[in-house]
């Protein structure tokens, strides 16, 4: 369906759902709305970061809990691997701590929790389409990932684990701690059995920027994974590393954790 949209043409969507009755029903909501097509509508994140390098997406309604790996990697790959601005909008009944924080710091459009209505969805998508026809949402300049994890750190910075007094310290040196290749910085001071050795081994396995398992960090550190799970706790509840889920075909998502870039 054509319509209202940017330069008169229609919102090219892309929906990414595991559930094949959902993908049928959010495609008959999107195509209801002027100004909108369903450009494809798939089951995987591979497919899905298949058609967003072919070009021509506009949009992503975007599930989280998808086989092979969560669409939060997806929207991780979509960031790195488009040459322009495309739009998000995660459709999930995840709305645990961990998933929302991740989809903001991917700088989503929208949320949307199942179940929801298709009031809600036509109201979301015509609210975006208002947004398109002005350019690129604003979500894509206002909030990235440096902001994100400033305002997480803003709110835990009274807890108990901030030293009193601290302040910017030279590059390179002081509460920063130490750095990794990419220039990231872990957390200030270590608890108590933890090393600095060690937490520079485990940063390093995550300088590609890449998500890993915590099994793959030993493999690449050279400590053990019981070992390893220490540190990466360490470095998320420092607002140094994020951690997404890679979901299998079978059993709990796998997390993996992603260096943090500022």
Same mark, same amino acid.
């Not at 947004?131 to 604003?138: I, L, T, V, W």
């Not at 002081?174 to 872990?186: I, K, L, Q």
């Given at each position: 369906?054509? @319509?209202? =949209? ?30 909108? #097509? ?6 995987? =994140? ?8 072919? @070009?021509? %997406? ?8 998808? &086989?092979?790996?969560? /669409? ?12 322009? &601005? ?18 903001? #710091? ?26 398109? /026809? ?10 990235g990932q440096g902001? %994100? ?5 803003? @709110?835990?910075?009274? /807890? &108990?684990?901030? &030293?009193?007094? #601290? ?25 108590? =059995?933890?090393?600095e050795p060690t ?9 590609? @920027? ?5 099994a793959e960090v ?20 420092? /607002? ?8 299998? =075909? ?13």
């Open positions: 369906m054509t @319509g209202e =949209g940017q330069g008169s043409r229609a919102i090219r969507t892309l929906i990414v759902d595991d559930d094949p009755v959902a993908r049928r029903l959010h495609s008959r909501y999107v195509e209801g709305v002027a100004g909108f #097509s369903v450009a494809a509508a798939v089951g995987d =994140g591979q497919a899905a970061v298949g058609w967003v390098a072919g @070009g021509g %997406i506009d949009l992503v309604l975007l599930d989280i809990g998808l &086989p092979g790996f969560s /669409g939060i990697e997806v929207l991780h790959r979509i960031r790195t691997i488009s040459r322009r &601005p495309i739009s998000v909008i995660v459709v999930s009944s995840l709305r645990d701590r961990i998933t929302v924080r991740q989809a903001l #710091s991917g700088q989503v459009a929208g949320y949307l929790v199942k179940p929801f209505t298709r009031a809600a969805m036509v109201d979301r998508l015509e609210r975006f389409r208002s947004e398109f /026809g002005a350019g690129p949402p604003a979500e894509l300049d206002s909030f902001e %994100i994890d400033a305002l997480l750190r803003r @709110g835990a910075g009274t /807890g &108990p684990s901030a &030293p009193a007094g #601290s302040g910017t310290a030279p590059a390179g040196s002081g509460p920063a701690g130490p750095a990794t290749a990419s220039g990231n910085r872990a957390p200030e001071r270590l608890p108590k =059995g933890l090393s937490l520079n081994a485990v940063l390093a396995a995550l300088d590609d @920027g890449a998500g890993h398992s915590a030993a493999r690449a550190s050279g400590a053990s994974r019981a070992t390893v799970r220490r540190y990466l706790d360490h470095l998320h509840r420092n /607002g140094a590393v994020d951690v997404s889920h890679r979901y299998g =075909g079978r059993g709990r998502p796998e997390l993996l954790y992603r260096i943090v870039v500022s």
